[in-house]
């Protein structure tokens, strides 16, 4: 049974920083692109970061380009979104979700496996 599992959510401050991690479990993902989505409440689930599977490529959202880094460790069949700067805005559910292409996508719908999300929660 495939899973992926997040930690690193909590509450920070305005400006602090957050380093969330998704360990994938069930198979390996080396050859698959994986990705940050979030959704805040009342609002639609919407991409935040996505990593190729060779690791060279990434996208980010305008909205946190400059200020979140998504990498992998497809040895320990993880991905990692690092987030600086952090703002009131950033406050949603973050998933982590992989697709079983290997190329770069931002819709939701293209993406094939899921983690049951962790809480960021940033106060001004």
């Known amino acids: 049974q495939v899973q992926l599992v997040e930690s690193g959510g909590g509450s920070a401050q305005t400006g602090a920083s957050l380093r969330l991690s998704c360990a994938a479990s069930?198979?390996?993902?080396?050859?698959?692109?994986m990705g940050w989505f979030r959704q805040a409440p009342g609002k639609e689930r919407e991409f935040v970061a996505v990593?190729?599977?060779?690791?060279?490529?990434?996208n980010y959202a305008d909205s946190v380009k400059g200020r979140f880094t998504i990498s992998r460790d497809s040895a320990k069949n993880t991905v990692y979104l690092q987030m600086n700067s952090l703002k009131p805005e950033d406050t949603a559910v973050y998933y982590c979700?992989?697709?079983?292409?290997?190329?770069?996508?931002?819709?939701?719908?293209?993406?094939?496996?899921w983690g049951q999300g962790t809480q960021v929660t940033v106060s001004s």
């Open positions: 979700a992989a697709r079983e292409g290997a190329g770069i996508r931002v819709g939701v719908h293209e993406y094939d496996y």
């Open positions: 069930g198979r390996t993902f080396s050859r698959n692109a």
């Open positions: 990593r190729s599977w060779t690791g060279s490529s990434a």
